[in-house]
């Protein structure tokens, strides 16, 4: 099926005052995305994955060598990367649900801890890249990183959170600041609700 780049689930100004600008997201979604659509639509059409489902694709390009991954892959892999974005972000603050405090507790000795490596991920991600909370098949989580597109359907993980580390991402509001980015994300950003719903 065609790549159709969603709605946003807010307005682009509804999350202004938690650090993420209009401007960011009218770049970020309005234009980045887009052309991770736009061209994704057109790399497939004609070809085998022309009509596949998006993780079908994902699975199906992806590549360990960064230098042998096609724009497929990196399309593809992008657009489904920012779709679960805008859905693990929104402009309501909610408290972590029990559930998955356990779980972070359990694998990281507390919220913190896990919130203090999540970050140092992000920061320390040469380049472009994403920083994801997964959930592994044995059903213990970590904090995991991946340059470019990549994300955690190439290893077989469930994505529970991802923050995306592109420039792109935060240099409207923080500049060359990603460790700010990065806090701001957790403590202002984060749709806790949806990230517990992914486990």
């Given at each position: ?48 994955w ?39 972000i ?10 998955l ?10 919220v ?12 320390s ?14 059903g ?43 806090s ?16």
């Amino acid at each position: 099926m065609a790549f159709e780049l969603p709605d946003l689930p807010y307005a682009h100004d509804a999350l202004a005052q938690h650090g993420m600008s209009v401007e960011t997201l009218e770049y970020h979604h309005d234009l980045h995305h887009k052309a991770y659509v736009d061209n994704g639509n057109k790399l497939i059409a004609g070809t085998k994955w022309e009509g596949e489902a998006l993780e079908t694709i994902i699975k199906g390009t992806y590549t360990a060598d960064a230098v042998a991954q096609t724009g497929i892959f990196n399309n593809a892999s992008q657009h489904w990367n920012h779709m679960q974005f805008w859905e693990m972000i929104g402009p309501s603050k909610h408290g972590i649900p029990s559930e998955l405090e356990t779980l972070i507790n359990e694998n990281f000795g507390s919220v913190d801890a896990f919130k203090e490596e999540f970050s140092t991920a992000g920061a320390s991600q040469f380049g472009s890249g994403w920083c994801w909370l997964v959930k592994e098949s044995d059903g213990g989580l970590k904090v995991t990183k991946t340059e470019n597109g990549v994300n955690p359907l190439c290893f077989g993980q469930t994505a529970l959170l991802g923050c995306d580390v592109w420039e792109h991402s935060y240099y409207i509001d923080f500049r060359n600041k990603r460790p700010a980015y990065l806090s701001n994300f957790l403590e202002n950003l984060v749709n806790w609700e949806n990230v517990a719903s992914r486990l």
